[in-house]
């Protein structure tokens, strides 16, 4: 099965599989993939990552954090789609609750959160925002 948008799979099973209190979620593993678990890891958001090699293209084995039986991660959201990408310059760069959460930003110089985006004063495209 053709998925065509890849980071927002992604974002759905750690939505879910954070809903079901899962311990590990699993996703097919890419570079763009990576870099934003690398990012919530950095963030806080999720414990751990690892990549499991399954003789294709590996899988990203998640493991999701929880503080007693609170979630972490109490949203996650898909912003620019494929259908319709969602650009921005560093002044303009979107505060995510007030700056408690992060957005996801690629930038020509990869891939970073808002904070890290307008420090380098960049711009780019906005992925996702966490919170």
């Not at 084995?61 to 319709?84: C, D, F, H, N, W």
């Not at 992060?102 to 906005?126: N, P």
């Amino acid at each position: 099965m053709q998925i065509s948008d890849v980071i927002a799979d992604m974002l759905t099973r750690i939505r879910n599989a954070n809903n079901a209190k899962h311990e590990t979620v699993d996703v097919p593993a890419s570079n763009m993939k990576k870099a934003i678990a690398d990012i919530l890891v950095e963030e806080g958001y999720i414990k751990s990552y690892q990549l499991v090699e399954d003789g294709k293209q590996g899988v990203l084995r998640i493991t999701l954090k929880y503080v007693g039986k609170q979630k972490v991660i109490q949203g996650i959201r898909r912003v620019s789609k494929p259908g319709l990408r969602i650009y921005s310059g560093c002044e303009d760069m979107p505060k995510v609750m007030n700056g408690l959460g992060i957005a996801i930003v690629s930038t020509s110089k990869g891939i970073m959160t808002d904070k890290q985006a307008r420090k380098e004063h960049i711009g780019g495209e906005i992925l996702a925002f966490v919170w």
